[in-house]
């Protein structure tokens, strides 16, 4: 099986259900659950070259699937109690990210950016109601005056076509820097 390139996005769509499964077993929220796994797909991409093929790839993605599971718990615990404890740290937290790290996060940002802004504007304004207003799918469906399983069903569509274009953009970028 091909995993890089246009590829890419093939092997999104056949693996994301059943990785959603796996992840299901671990997390008990719908949402954190499809964040997990967007997390776990955006690792994935990047971490595509390092794969051996000594196991499946479907197990591959599990086990990242499982470090992303793991960040998410060790994540909510340090926030819930340093947050809670020491609220003024929450400041110092945005503050204590160092040169190269800002950097990383702006370059990850502008992709994110170009990708939103080669969807669709349904797709886009749905993903960020979701993802920048920190809506539930419940709350977008207020707001858009639209039924909860369509505003979940067109929630779906819209990251299954991020995450392809994002691939596309990811792959195009990884080829013409290549050496």
């Known amino acids: 099986m091909s995993i890089a390139g246009p590829e890419s996005e ?10 959603l499964n796996f992840i299901n077993q ?3 929220g719908k949402e954190d659950a499809q964040d997990i796994l967007q997390e776990t797909l ?4 990047g971490s595509l070259p390092t794969f051996s093929k000594r196991s499946s790839f479907y197990t591959w993605l ?10 998410f718990y060790r994540k909510k615990r340090i926030k819930a109690f340093l947050f809670s404890r020491l609220p003024w740290l929450e400041g110092l937290a945005g503050e204590a990210l160092g040169p190269e790290q800002l950097l990383l996060r702006k370059e990850f940002e502008q992709q ?8 669709g504007e349904g797709y886009r304004e749905i993903l960020r109601l ?3 207003r920190g809506l539930t799918v419940e709350e977008i469906a ?17 990251r299954k ?19």
Do not use: M
């Not at 093939?10 to 990785?19: N, T, V």
């Not at 955006?42 to 991409?45: P, R």
């Not at 994110?112 to 969807?119: H, M, Q, S, Y």
């Open 10 to 19: 093939k092997w999104i769509e056949k693996f994301s259900p059943r990785l």
């Open 26 to 28: 671990f997390v008990e």
């Open 42 to 45: 955006i690792s994935a991409l």
């Open 62 to 71: 599990c086990s990242i699937a499982k470090h992303e599971i793991a960040d």
């Open 112 to 119: 994110v950016r170009r990708t939103l802004a080669g969807l």
């Open 130 to 132: 979701k993802y920048y």
């Open 142 to 158: 207020r707001e858009l005056n639209e039924s909860f399983k369509t505003v979940e069903s067109r929630l779906f569509r819209a």
């Open 161 to 179: 076509a991020f995450a392809k274009a994002f691939s596309a953009d990811y792959s195009q970028r990884n080829l013409s820097f290549s050496p």
